[in-house]
């Protein structure tokens, strides 16, 4: 049975995506930009590059297995989809923006009949109503940050991830509505019916992230300072310990180390008498 998976064709979300498909192994060769479905060259898998917005539709209505799309394009769609896999990019948070002179802190202090501009009507609107206010959404499909100059809308609820848009449009952000990143997500039915498969697909794409996080590291080290070694490359399930041919008071030391404990771990061995210190770096990691 074809496995279905959907990708976001173009935007900020889309480039990551298709390097997370190759690098986890499934090619989808160099012209898929210009292309609506890409079959996955010796497997029964079929790649659909649609708009993120899409994907959750597409995913709740069957027509596909599982996609990679923003968490707030899920909550959006307000589908009840099975989130598969976080993935660690496109991260953003879905905001009150209010302009820069407002008293406003929160949005508690938003007046009953203000307009809204947003392109993310569902999740606005629920925003408001559970904190008892009545707002006036106006739904938009992009540019919200201007509609509050051009008169239109008093604030906007939108997608910030630096802030440095809303800071050139002299907006300020007062409340967090949603945090979001991007995420493979499914269907309870595609579950039922196709987890297995899916899961594979899935966690090639996580064993390609963790591999990212982190750096094999390897050296030389007295033979006698082994147990020190343990204390700080903890490694998976422990460093890997191999004797050196001809030299017997040395040993090399082979360790899985997370890129943010790297600099500490070089310094260690450092101060241990470590010699021949050097990092790779891996393609997939399957824990
Ligand atoms: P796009 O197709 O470029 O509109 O991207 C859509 C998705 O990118 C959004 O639904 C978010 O999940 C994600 N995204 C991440 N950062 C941002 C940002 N600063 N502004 C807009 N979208 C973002």
């Known amino acids: 049975m074809t496995l279905k ?37 010796g497997r029964d898998i079929e790649v659909m590059l649609v708009r993120a917005q899409d994907i959750p539709e597409f995913v709740h209505s069957g027509a596909i297995d599982f996609g990679i799309t ?23 948070r879905l905001s009150l923006a209010v302009p820069d ?4 802190k929160s949005g508690m202090d938003i007046p009953d009949g203000s307009r809204i501009a947003t392109s993310f009507p569902k999740i606005t609107k629920r925003f408001f109503e559970s ?13 919200a940050e201007i509609m509050p100059y051009l008169g239109v809308a008093d604030c906007i609820v939108d997608l910030v991830s630096t802030g440095s848009t809303l800071k050139m449009n002299r907006l300020r952000e007062a409340e967090v509505l949603f945090r979001s990143q ?7 039915k595609a579950l039922r019916e196709k ?14 992230i963790a591999a990212e996080n982190r750096k094999y590291l390897m050296a030389n080290v007295p033979r006698s300072m082994i147990t020190e070694v343990e204390k700080f490359l903890p490694g998976i399930g422990g460093p890997t310990v191999l004797e050196i041919a001809g030299n017997g008071e040395m040993v090399a030391v082979q360790a899985v180390v997370s890129y943010s404990q790297l600099y500490d771990a070089i310094n260690n061995l450092r101060k241990i008498g470590a010699t021949g210190i050097l ?9």
């Open 5 to 41: 998976i959907a990708i976001p064709n173009k935007g900020r979300l889309s480039e990551r995506s298709v390097e997370l498909l190759s690098k986890a192994g499934l090619d989808i060769g160099e012209d898929w930009g210009r292309k609506l479905y890409v079959s996955v060259k």
């Open 70 to 92: 923003g968490l707030d394009q899920v909550e959006e769609s307000g589908y009840a989809l099975e989130n598969m896999l976080n993935l660690e990019f496109g991260h953003c």
């Open 101 to 104: 002179g407002s008293p406003v």
């Open 131 to 143: 904190i008892g206010k009545k707002v006036d959404v106006i739904v938009i499909s992009g540019a």
């Open 182 to 188: 991007a995420a493979i997500v499914t269907s309870s």
């Open 195 to 208: 987890k297995e498969a899916m899961l594979e697909v899935t966690e090639a794409i996580h064993s390609v």
């Open 279 to 287: 990092t790779l770096s891996m393609e997939r990691l399957v824990e």
